[in-house]
């Protein structure tokens, strides 16, 4: 069974920086793409970044480029997201998700592993 598992979400003034992580267990994502996305209450899921399998590929929704970075360590099977200069619009569960092909796309739709998320609160 595959799991990811995300930790590393809290309350932050804005401005500051959180590290997001994400370890999965049950499925190495070596040649697969991983992604984060976060859903706001009251509004839709959307993307926020992407990496490829090797890490060599990576995408952004544009609110969050120059702000925003995600990795991964292929070694620990996890995967981060850097997010500094937060904003209050920041604020969101955040989900890790995992793609069983190896395309860097920002669907939820074509992710098939999630995870339970962790919350992510900017303070004004």
């Known amino acids: 069974q595959v799991q990811l598992v995300e930790s590393g979400g809290g309350l932050v003034q804005a401005g500051g920086s959180l590290r997001l992580s994400c370890t999965a267990s049950g499925r190495t994502f070596t040649k697969s793409a991983m992604g984060w996305f976060r859903q706001a209450p009251g509004k839709e899921r959307e993307f926020v970044a992407v990496i490829s399998g090797n890490g060599g590929t990576t995408a952004y929704t544009d609110s969050v480029k120059g702000r925003f970075t995600i990795s991964k360590n292929n070694a620990k099977n996890t995967a981060y997201l850097q997010m500094n200069s937060l904003k209050p619009e920041d604020t969101a569960l955040y989900f890790c998700?995992?793609?069983?092909?190896?395309?860097?796309?920002?669907?939820?739709?074509?992710?098939?592993?999630w995870g339970q998320g962790t919350q992510v609160t900017v303070s004004s």
């Open positions: 998700a995992g793609r069983m092909g190896f395309a860097t796309l920002t669907s939820a739709n074509d992710y098939a592993y």
